[in-house]
């Protein structure tokens, strides 16, 4: 089954405790973002990446940090997470370029930061 | 910076009616839009992708249009079901950067 899939769905953690959310995909898309989603705000991206090795700020990176070394894993680490980065966090991917392509959504991952 | 506006925050109406939704942003220099869907606690569901060059984009029930030079597009949901109740949001991208609105709130009473 062609899916995003997000790791760890729910995770609560202390302040400054690193941590990573993992993001895999089985569609062999190119382009892989991450988004945080706070009520009344929407969502708004993070980092995107257009292909292996090529990341890129979004809206609002601080705080957070991406790599893409493989094609199908684009993980998000919080070095230091404060409370301000409780929030819903979704992965997504398309095909080759958002710009023309429909966008595949992970089902989220609920992180709170205490 | 791209800001994306959607009006209504949040709708009612009665199963069988025919809705609007709108959503507009203020820099026209983009790639797409898509409309999305979002149940509670789950992902987003991509409904509709209009390419900048086209004007409107139809499935199902559902028809997108998209007015790029106005900054404009509206979903129009032909006779509206309970199970189209859910969070509809609207996102439009340029090089990789997405920009979503706040959703609007449908909710489809029998």
């Known amino acids: 089954e062609a899916q995003v899939t997000q790791n760890p769905r729910y995770l609560i953690t202390v302040t400054g405790k690193k941590l990573t959310v993992t993001c895999s995909q089985n569609m062999n898309h190119e382009y892989m973002s991450w988004y945080r989603q706070d009520p009344g705000l929407g969502l708004r991206q993070i980092y995107y990446?257009?292909?292996?090795?090529?990341?890129d700020k979004g809206d609002v990176p601080e705080g957070y940090k991406v790599s893409r070394k493989e094609k199908r894993n684009f993980p998000l680490i919080l070095e230091s997470p404060s409370p301000n980065q409780t929030s819903l966090y979704f992965c997504?991917?398309?095909?080759?370029?958002?710009?023309?392509?429909?966008?595949?959504f992970g089902e989220g991952s609920r992180l709170t930061v205490l | 910076k791209q800001e994306v506006t959607q009006i209504p925050a949040a709708l009612s109406v009665p199963e069988g009616e025919n809705l609007v939704l709108n959503c507009s942003f203020t820099?026209?220099?983009?790639?797409?839009l898509q409309w999305f869907r979002q149940d509670p606690g789950k992902g987003l569901t991509s409904l509709l992708l209009i390419q900048s060059s086209q004007r409107e984009q139809t499935s199902g029930r559902l028809n997108a249009s998209l007015d790029k030079s106005s900054g404009r597009s509206t979903l129009y949901i032909a006779a509206s079901q309970p199970g189209d109740s859910a969070t509809y949001l609207c996102a439009v991208s340029r090089s990789g950067d997405m920009r979503f609105g706040a959703g609007t709130r449908l909710t489809v009473k029998p």
């Open positions: 997504a991917s398309s095909l080759s370029s958002v710009d023309t392509g429909e966008l595949f």
């Open positions: 990446s257009m292909n292996v090795e090529v990341t």
């Open positions: 820099d026209s220099a983009i790639y797409n």
